[in-house]
């Protein structure tokens, strides 16, 4: 793997790690595999218009949170169910529309060369994300506790909400070119998982999901290349073998 | 008097169906007004539309300067997640721009020792955690509170003290509390004024006045044996 590379990987599994956790303790570890399948056909569309995938995935998906958003605004149930049905209907439309090796990099990664461009958007979403967690993590606990706490304690809880869901696709975006449509979401969800079970205290959570998603990124990324395998599944089985080893130690 | 509150005409529906019509009120600096009514009856969305959190028709007048505490009854919240209290106040009091001075004073203020605050919520007892909600609320000076159902999933004794607690508060701190509550015991021996919903017409007053057995029968649709001196014989 060039520096390159090395870096952007770097910076996607601090933001997945981070996003994560609050994805997990706001129960969205469901909605992560949906909202990414989203990607898919913005990764065809991109790729008829000759455009780099990941400009195509990152346009759908900031709508697609933007769905989102919009449908939480209503009944909490109701959403899940019409997430459900727009996200798959989603990967359908866009396994027609891609075809062939396109389609296998789009839901597995990709070990393909860096673009500048796509170094470029990644390390700038990146950072992007993780200022996001590090300066709203107050107002992200608070507004667990309940919104109309959130409320009084003046926090905009419909637009941060929105922040949150943006965020929260722009990581899968960042992460497809390792994972792909299928896997990303794990990557978000299992280190945060795993640190929900051991960690003692918020930062020790927030530390450590980000720690495991490194981990697994670099060793499943250097397995891979070893192995003549793409990455994105041996990032995710590191993971889980991580979330399976921390059950073992976990504390309840 | 002094008033802190005023509510006119409030409603609030959900496509045509009224949840809160046409609800007029007003709450005097430094009173408790007690919400009651059976479930469904709109008390939470009361307390959602006097803090804006939910739209709805009509006016909401909080007199100018008033600072308000919110303590939830049901929380989205997953408890088996590795915050601890002092996460939560920590990030609370940075919003109000607080100090950790502040932070130690609301925690002292509801009786939570230090190595509780500092242990994870999933291991907190539901007492603890109601009080953990409670300095949630106090964090930023408050000089409202609302409490939705405080006492709620706490054990009896953790319930009085907790209602102990709230009044003691309010006597020094010039509170003005709106609480919602089912235990008409609690209401009567705390509230200055209740305001009753129920699908007919909301009614108003102090407690001697308005909980009578009729208005509680046809409130709750069946009856509910109470003695209104229960509180002056302990």
């Known amino acids: 793997m060039t520096a390159d590379a090395l870096a952007l990987a770097v910076a996607m599994a601090v933001a997945s790690g981070l996003i994560g956790c609050f994805a997990v303790m706001r129960r969205m570890s469901l909605a992560a595999d949906p909202l990414s399948h989203v990607a898919l056909p913005g990764v065809g569309i991109a790729l008829a218009l000759r455009i780099h995938p990941i400009f195509g995935a990152a346009a759908l998906l900031f709508f697609g949170a933007l769905l989102v958003w919009a449908l939480e605004q209503r009944t909490r149930a109701a959403t899940e169910t019409m997430i459900g049905i727009v996200f798959s209907a989603a990967l359908a439309v866009g396994s027609l529309t891609t075809s062939g090796e396109d389609l296998i990099e789009a839901l597995f990664g990709t070990s393909g060369a860096l673009s500048r461009s796509e170094l470029i958007f990644g390390l700038a979403g990146a950072l992007a994300v993780i200022v996001f967690i590090v300066t709203q993590r107050d107002s992200l606990i608070v507004m667990l506790v309940s919104p109309e706490v959130a409320r009084t304690a003046g926090i905009n809880v419909s637009r941060l909400n929105l922040l949150f869901l943006e965020a929260f696709a722009l990581t899968i975006a960042l992460g497809l070119r390792f994972l792909g449509v299928l896997l990303m979401g794990a990557l978000i969800i299992v280190p945060a998982a795993t640190a929900k079970g051991l960690a003692r205290n918020l930062t020790g959570m927030l530390y450590m999901a980000a720690g495991i998603a490194v981990l697994a990124t670099v060793v499943g990324t250097w397995a891979g290349a070893w192995l003549h395998r793409p990455g994105g599944p041996l990032i995710v089985m590191t993971a889980t073998g991580v979330f399976l080893l921390s059950l073992a130690r976990a504390p309840s | ?234």
């Open chain 2, 1 to 234: 008097m002094d008033t802190i509150l005023e509510v006119r005409h409030l409603s609030v529906r959900f496509g045509r169906r009224y949840v809160l019509r046409d609800l007029s009120f007003d709450v005097e600096r430094g009173t408790s007004l007690a919400i009651l009514g059976p479930n469904g009856a709109g008390k939470t969305m009361l307390f959602r539309s006097l803090v804006g959190a939910t739209p709805f028709d009509g006016t909401v007048r909080w007199a100018a300067g008033t600072r308000i505490g919110y303590v939830p009854q049901k929380l989205d919240l997953e408890r088996d997640i590795p915050i601890t209290g002092l996460d939560f106040l920590t990030a609370r009091t940075a919003l109000a721009r607080g100090t950790r001075t502040d932070l130690s004073r609301v925690l002292a203020l509801v009786g939570i020792p230090p190595d509780v605050a500092n242990q994870p919520i999933s291991v907190l007892s539901g007492g603890q955690f109601q009080r953990l909600l409670l300095a949630f609320a106090l964090v930023g000076d408050p000089n409202a509170l609302l409490l939705d159902e405080p006492t709620a999933g706490v054990d009896e004794p953790g319930q009085e003290q907790l209602n102990e607690l709230v009044s003691i508060l309010q006597r020094d701190h010039a509170l003005t509390v709106l609480f919602i509550s089912h235990e008409l015991t609690v209401v009567s021996r705390y509230a200055t004024n209740v305001l009753c919903l129920s699908r007919g017409a909301a009614c108003f007053g102090p407690p001697r006045t308005v909980l009578t057995p009729d208005l509680l029968r046809d409130m709750y649709r069946t009856d509910v044996h109470y003695v209104h001196d229960h509180a002056d014989d302990r």
